[in-house]
């Protein structure tokens, strides 16, 4: 699309100014942003909305990972509201969500403000506190399971602790307590990082103004760290939220879902559809499951929006 202006001549003249037309041209859009945004595009819908399609349309059917298959409808959606396994699972998994997402921020919150406390061997102590990180779920997982079964059950019986003297993971009540400690064990540094982020982030004057004022460590937190770092707080919660909402590796290599189904969460339970001849059913569980997702996305996006957080 081309515009048309007009640019009067220097120089006089007896009729006046005269007027020319100037024609300017089009915008155009460098080629490179073509060669960098359409292959992933392509790639991302290949990988990720095509098989989400094809995922959608066999929720509709009565497949089972292999054979023939017919359209059965909405009949799969309707019976898994009638399911109590799949309920207990999706009860599990957002009760889990919630108080590790708690914990993992208390925890996080609490040894950020003690690294970035003057102390000696600040650096070392940060690379100690660090580590769980870059370590595999799986094999943390495994590790703690020796020794909640093996460990912890002989150290207990020796000091005569009897409700600890047998492994907790086969306890149906005490199971999910194992899953939230390895889970905040790991994720509390990725959190730590952030809140770190933010406490560098607050200028000392504020500090120092707030010592001339004689107000406290504790008064300081509150009316002064703790708002100044909402925005990494909302961070946190919302990446850790959604993130142990997907629970899996921990309690496929602690409990493995159980004792029984206590542990199971979603992600197990529409997993181990698609390798059961289940595809269909759970493949419906997996939608509705998304869709919940999506409904505390938005949720979470205009309580933020409407706090006025800036992230």
Sequence with gaps: MTTTSTVAKAGPSPEGPAEINVRRSPRRID???????VPVL???????????????????????????????????YVNIFKDPAILQSYIFTFVFALTTTVVVNIVALAIALGLNAKIKWRTG????????????????SFVFNYLFSNTLPVLAERFGLTPL????LANENLAWLAI?????????????IIYLAGLQSVPAEVYEAA?????????????????????YLVINVILGF??????????VGLTGGGPGMATQSVAMRIFSGFTGGDYSYQMANAVIYFLITLLISVIQLRLIQRRGVSL
């Design 165 to 168: 003297a047998t492994s907790i």
């Design 125 to 140: 102590i940060r690379t100690v506190f660090f580590i769980p990180m870059v370590l595999s779920a799986l094999v943390v």
């Design 31 to 37: 080629p490179t942003y073509y060669w960098m945004v």
């Design 242 to 251: 959604k993130g142990f909402l997907g629970t899996y590796e921990i309690i």
């Design 211 to 231: 010592d001339l004022d004689g107000a406290g460590s504790f008064r300081q937190f509150l009316s002064l760290t703790l708002p100044l770092i909402l925005g």
């Design 42 to 76: 392509a790639l991302f819908a290949f990988f990720i909305t095509l098989p989400a399609l094809v995922g959608v349309f066999f929720s509709l059917t009565n497949y089972a990972g292999y054979g023939d298959w017919k359209f059965i409808g909405l009949s799969n």
């Design 180 to 192: 939230v400690l390895v889970t905040v064990w790991q994720a509390a540094p990725g959190a730590t």
